[in-house]
């Protein structure tokens, strides 16, 4: 009799589910975003909130939840109920760095169910306008020959640029300090004024300083040019083959919510990226879009192990870590 009111009760859980899934959504979806209003996470998440809010039928509402590297905003994630209305947007720093150099209270691939690969952002070797070489095999000579006096600066201890630098110190055999920075912004101001000598950026905070000429870009940390800065050179044309480095986005739900709304999510987020005016916007923010089959769950999941198998290996190997 037991099993029997046991089997009764899973099978009326499944069906409640399932209905759940039917009906998703029901109210408003809310997109957790790990970052301030106004920098390029949060930029993504209004540009993608918008458009999957008409798929869905429902308001996708933005909240910024800052702290730890974005940590605070992924275990809140993490936590939340596994209904599909709690969605976590993240990148390479809070779904794969952040789990080599904190003490997670959260797994990131066992607690997570991967949605879809939003867009990527790949970095941008920028430096002070008065370096003196003009492209990236110059600078990397200019390095060798003043080793360990240039100043790299990042957006601190374990962000994405500073896992760039290190990675590329391996690559170049170049040795320069490390200046963490609370933020891009001031970064940028001390690039442009010549107090700090070079970083990788995120090209859609870099590019409006490239354009109007107040510092240098050597070149773009991925396989092809950006769309919206064709001028820049690949990594691989400029003389430094495979040193690929990218601040990628993607979108996570809990680890137990229904597939049907998984998949109800994906679908949401594949028709904002197939829509023309929202890949204009993404790509004027120097965004790379992911092919279609990149779009999917499958996609992120992919991504996301190659990113912690190619990076935890060098962050553990430099001692990057929190003090």
């Known amino acids: 009799m037991k099993s029997l009111v046991t089997a009764a009760l899973f099978a009326a859980t499944l069906g409640v589910t399932g209905a759940a899934a039917q009906t998703y959504p029901s109210r408003p979806v809310t997109i957790i ?6 920098g390029p996470t949060d930029t993504i998440g209004r540009i993608l909130a918008q458009h999957m809010a008409t798929t869905l039928g429902q308001a996708v509402v933005i909240e910024n939840i800052t702290g730890a ?21 993240g990148h390479v720093g809070t779904h794969v760095i952040n789990g080599a150099i904190y003490q997670l209270q959260y797994d990131l691939v066992a607690d997570f169910a991967p949605i879809a690969l939003v867009a990527s952002n790949p970095q941008l070797i ?6 003196p070489a003009n492209d990236l095999k110059g600078f990397i000579e200019w390095l060798k020959a003043n080793p360990g006096t240039a100043t790299e600066g990042n957006a601190g201890v374990g962000s994405p640029s500073q896992v760039a630098g290190v990675y590329f110190q391996n690559q ?10 609370r933020g891009s912004g001031p970064l940028m101001q001390d690039i442009v004024a010549g107090q700090i000598d070079f970083t990788f950026d995120q090209a859609a905070n870099s590019l409006p300083q490239v354009r109007a000429g ?7 940390t991925a396989k092809t040019r950006l769309a919206a800065a064709p001028d820049i050179p690949t990594v691989d044309e400029a003389g430094l ?3 690929y480095v990218s601040v990628w986005h993607g979108l996570w739900v ?3 919510t229904p597939p049907e709304i998984v998949g109800k999510l994906a679908g949401s987020v594949a028709a904002a990226l197939a829509d023309s005016s929202v890949r204009k916007r993404l790509e004027e923010l120097g965004q790379d879009l992911p092919a279609k089959e990149q779009q999917t769950p499958e996609g992120l999941a992919a991504m996301q192990k190659a990113e912690i198998e190619k990076w935890w290996p ?3 190997a430099a001692n990057i870590k929190v003090e």
């Open 314 to 316: 060098l962050i553990k």
């Open 241 to 243: 083959p495979g040193l």
């Open 172 to 181: 170049t055999g170049t040795k320069f300090q490390f200046v963490p920075y």
């Open 254 to 256: 809990p680890k137990a």
């Open 126 to 131: 920028v430096a002070r306008k008065a370096i």
């Open 69 to 89: 590297a974005g940590s605070t905003a992924v275990g809140r994630a993490a936590r939340s109920a596994a209904d599909g209305y709690t969605v976590s947007l």
């Open 214 to 220: 107040t510092i240098k870009a050597f070149a773009v």
């Open 33 to 38: 975003v790990p970052f301030a209003a106004g």
